[in-house]
């Protein structure tokens, strides 16, 4: 028996490296009985049948598990935002950064393609971010702060995360330089990113930090987050709740509000506010069918 972390998931095959070797497995059939599905980071335990064939036969208890993305044990989300093609997209940058908030991982923000934008427009996206996350500026295209980057993962688990052309898989090639990520072009015609990343893979950067690469999305659905703790995962939220006139206030229209005062002296900015109205009316939109 022998101890492994799932590095790749294609078609029913598990890719298990232990030590310097990756074990092309199956998962037993128990765990298909049983409903449970082995996810890229997991720590498995698995019994070798050849010296590139084994067999998983027990999952390890989980930090946490992710389904979009589908991943698990992650330690740090960096949440990729294009500068441009494709333009910011706030709904899913919030939605992201509200799921990783729920699991209690890290969080980075990299905002990526700085070459297409000017000072000005760049910094319209740092104002409404950068006092809550860490954030650094790359250039996936000519290294531009990638060894910043580099450095703000450390030697966590992290988790490339954000829409299709975000340029994940370029960053990924500066981030490491054994493997050629494939990487993709903008369509011209709905102005999205093409999928180049078609399945969960873990890669070992130059630096050893464990890098997850994700297939980017152009639509997301809120997961499993609850209204009555909405207000929690957005942190620069929090030293205001205790000051709303009522305890059970919910900040969407209700008197002697801290939260909405926050919003209107510029102490929270307005972006994040409509964000957080937003996915509170879906999560009881959801709640009723």
């Known amino acids: 028996m022998i101890q492994g972390t799932i590095i790749k998931g294609i078609a029913?095959?598990?890719?298990?490296?232990?030590?310097?070797?990756?074990?092309?497995?199956?998962?037993?059939?128990?765990?298909k009985k049983d409903g449970i599905t082995p996810y890229v980071g997991d720590e498995v335990i698995i019994e070798?049948?050849?010296?590139?064939?084994?067999?998983?036969?027990e999952i390890l208890p989980r930090k946490n598990l992710f389904i979009r993305p589908p991943v698990a044990n992650v330690d740090c989300f960096v949440i990729v935002v294009a500068a441009a093609k494709p333009d910011p997209n706030s709904e899913i940058i919030d939605k992201l950064l509200v799921m990783a908030e729920k699991e209690h991982t890290d969080i980075i923000i990299c905002i990526n393609k700085m070459d297409l934008i000017n000072d000005k427009e760049i910094n319209r996206i740092l104002e409404i971010y950068k006092d809550i996350y860490p954030v650094v500026c790359t250039c996936g295209k000519t290294g531009e702060g990638v060894q910043e980057l580099s450095a703000l993962l450390g030697n966590r688990k992290s988790a490339l995360a954000g829409p299709s052309g975000t340029g994940k898989s370029t960053l990924l090639n500066r981030l490491q330089t054994r493997?050629?990520?494939?990487?993709?072009?903008?369509?011209?015609?709905?102005?999205?990113g093409k999928h180049t990343t078609r399945h969960v893979e873990i890669f070992e950067t130059d630096s050893g930090a464990l890098i997850f690469d994700t297939p980017g999305f152009t639509s997301f659905e809120i997961l499993d987050a609850d209204e009555d703790e909405l207000h929690y995962l957005y942190p620069e939220m929090l030293r205001f709740i205790g000051g709303c006139k009522y305890d059970n206030c919910r900040h969407i229209k209700e008197p002697g509000c801290r939260v909405m005062q926050a919003v209107r002296e510029g102490n929270i900015h307005e972006l994040r506010y409509k964000s957080y109205i937003k996915q509170y009316k879906e999560i009881q939109e959801k709640k009723r069918f």
């Not at 070798?48 to 036969?57: D, H, M, Q, R, T």
């Open 12 to 31: 029913g095959f598990y890719y298990v490296k232990a030590g310097d070797i990756v074990y092309e497995c199956k998962a037993r059939g128990i765990f």
């Open 48 to 57: 070798n049948l050849n010296e590139s064939e084994a067999v998983i036969n």
């Open 179 to 192: 493997f050629t990520v494939e990487t993709g072009d903008i369509s011209e015609k709905t102005k999205r």
